[in-house]
């Protein structure tokens, strides 16, 4: 039993390119997460899955694309790397929207 | 202003000592309340859930949640150097829009 997984650890972009940051899980859970977190700004929600088959946007979704490919996958695209998007990404799940979130390793990313 | 305060610390305590970790937040609608820690380099992971004022009691943690002036708290009795790491306080809004909303964190040294 894995919890929330997360590829990749760390990742280096140039200005301009794209990646996809993609979190599975095997708790059966409903709902999944994307955040960002940054030094003095906190855990700030990007996107999220209510369950699957939707995607809502949280608080910082701009720059941002989500898939919730089946119950257990959800991935982050960033199609235009900036480097306001450097930061370290962290997936989360939860069995449904108000339960305690169960978060994966998260993603170091700088993009030059 | 932001919808939930937390100082960030750092705050330097001696094994054994009480320690106090606070949140205030500005939207009486939150419903339910965490607390998470998160060691250096890893994901948060759950410590405490509330969800109605009063004290809910784990071992050697304590949350503290008062509706009436909109102020959670965790207390962590004889703190070990082991309890060293970050604090988030988070609360969720389920009706109407969907919030969770973490705290930026409260960085804790406990000194051996």
């Known amino acids: 039993n894995a919890g929330v997984t997360q590829t990749p650890k760390f990742q280096v972009l140039k200005t301009g390119q794209s990646m996809t940051l993609q979190c599975a899980q095997d708790?059966?859970?409903?709902?999944m997460y994307w955040y960002r977190q940054d030094p003095g700004m906190g855990l700030r929600l990007i996107y999220y899955?209510?369950?699957?088959?939707?995607?809502d946007k949280g608080e910082v979704p701009n720059g941002y694309n989500v898939s919730r490919l089946n119950k257990r996958e959800f991935s982050l695209r960033l199609e235009s790397a900036a480097p306001s998007q450097t930061s370290v990404y962290f997936c989360?799940?939860?069995?449904?929207?108000?339960?305690?979130?169960?978060f994966g390793p998260g993603t170091r990313l700088t993009v030059l | 202003q932001k919808e939930v305060e937390q100082d960030p610390g750092p705050l330097s305590v001696p094994e054994g000592a009480i320690v106090s970790l606070n949140c205030t937040y500005s939207n009486s609608a939150f419903q339910y309340f965490m607390w998470y820690r998160q060691y250096s380099r890893k994901g948060p992971e759950l410590l405490m859930y509330t969800y109605s004022s009063g004290n809910k009691e784990d071992g050697r943690f304590t949350a503290q949640v008062d509706k009436s002036s909109k102020y959670i708290s965790l207390f962590i009795r004889d703190s070990q150097p082991s309890d060293s790491a970050t604090y988030l306080c988070a609360m969720i809004l389920t009706s109407g829009t969907y919030k969770y909303i973490f705290g930026t964190g409260t960085r804790l040294k406990v000194l051996a």
């Open positions: 708790m059966n859970h409903n709902s």
């Open positions: 899955s209510a369950s699957e088959g939707t995607t």
């Open positions: 989360a799940s939860s069995e449904n929207l108000a339960d305690t979130q169960y």
